[in-house]
Nanobody, 123 residues
Framework: QVQLVESGGGLVQAGGSLRLSCAAS????????MGWFRQAPGKEREFVAT???????FYANSVKGRFTVSREYAKNTVALQMNSLKPEDTAVYYC?????????????????WGQGTQVTVSS
C-alpha cells in the first residue's frame, strides 16, 4: 500500500520559515512528479511546487523566490523549504506523487496524496 506522510507544519510569524517533509512508502517515485499543493479555508486546492525526475522544478508564481522544493530520490522523499512566509500562505499543505506524465500544475496528474499538514502564518 502506497503512503505519503507529511511532517513539519506549524505556526509561524510572518517573515518566518518552515520546512515540510514528505516520505513515500510502498512505491518508488523516480521519474515522475512529486510535490506540494495547498488548500486554504473556503478555497480550492492549488498547486504550490513540484519536482520531476531529472531535477526539474516548477513553482506557482505566488511562491516563486520564497519556496524551494527538493527531492532525495534515494530516500523517496520530497521537501518544501518555505521562507518569508506571509499570512496568505496559511493553508493545509498536501504532498502528492504521480505515476504517469502530464501537466504538473494539474492536481489530476497526481495519483497519491498525503493526509495534509497545517501551516499557519500569523501577521
Amino acid at each position: 500500500q502506497v503512503q505519503l506522510v507529511e511532517s513539519g507544519g506549524g505556526l509561524v510569524q510572518a517573515g518566518g520559515s518552515l520546512r515540510l517533509s514528505c516520505a513515500a512508502s510502498g512505491r518508488t517515485f523516480s521519474n515522475t512528479a512529486m510535490g506540494w499543493f495547498r488548500q486554504a479555508p473556503g478555497k480550492e486546492r492549488e498547486f504550490v511546487a513540484t519536482t520531476w525526475g531529472g531535477g526539474s522544478t516548477f513553482y506557482a508564481n505566488s511562491v516563486k523566490g520564497r519556496f524551494t522544493v527538493s527531492r532525495e530520490y534515494a530516500k523517496n522523499t520530497v521537501a518544501l523549504q518555505m521562507n518569508s512566509l506571509k499570512p496568505e500562505d496559511t493553508a493545509v499543505y498536501y504532498c502528492a506523487a504521480a505515476v504517469g506524465g502530464g501537466s504538473v500544475y494539474n492536481s489530476r496528474l497526481y495519483d497519491y496524496w498525503g493526509q495534509g499538514t497545517q501551516v499557519t502564518v500569523s501577521s
